[in-house]
Nanobody
Framework: HVQLVESGGGSVQAGESLTLSCAAS????????MGWVRQAPGKEREGVVV???????RYANSVKGRFTISKDNAKNTLYLQMDSLKPEDTAMYYC???????????????????WGQGTQVAVS
């Protein structure tokens, strides 16, 4: 079992930045495909970005060029640097791990084995 604990959410103005963190409790952390999924009120969950165990990344078009995912394997921590935030980025952001779909499909399928509790991001 993997526990994922997010932090770093908050309320910001459009154009500002936030960094989300996800602490993972897993010995095999570095071998997992991990990522971030968000859900805005009244909308379906949206795959934002994933990073494979070899460092390959996939970004949703809506965040490409503004968001950056990274991992610190020594700290078992996943990060999401969010720059140039827009009101439409407002959502609950979930840290996820263990991709059940191929990397090229996972952001659409949003099929992950483990989910955190989420951290709220509000952009006005």
């Amino acid at each position: 079992h993997v526990q994922l604990v997010e932090s770093g959410g908050g309320s910001v103005q459009a154009g500002e930045s936030l960094t989300l963190s996800c602490a993972a409790s897993a010995r095999r952390y570095s071998s997992y495909c991990m990522g971030w999924v968000r859900q805005a009120p009244g909308k379906e969950r949206e795959g934002v970005v994933v990073i494979a165990d070899d460092g390959t990344t996939r970004y949703a078009n809506s965040v490409k060029g503004r968001f950056t995912i990274s991992k610190d394997n020594a700290k078992n921590t996943l990060y999401l640097q969010m720059d140039s935030l827009k009101p439409e980025d407002t959502a609950m952001y979930y840290c996820v791990a263990r991709c059940w779909s191929k990397l090229e499909d996972i952001l659409v399928d949003v099929d992950f084995g483990y989910w955190g509790q989420g951290t709220q991001v509000a952009v006005s």
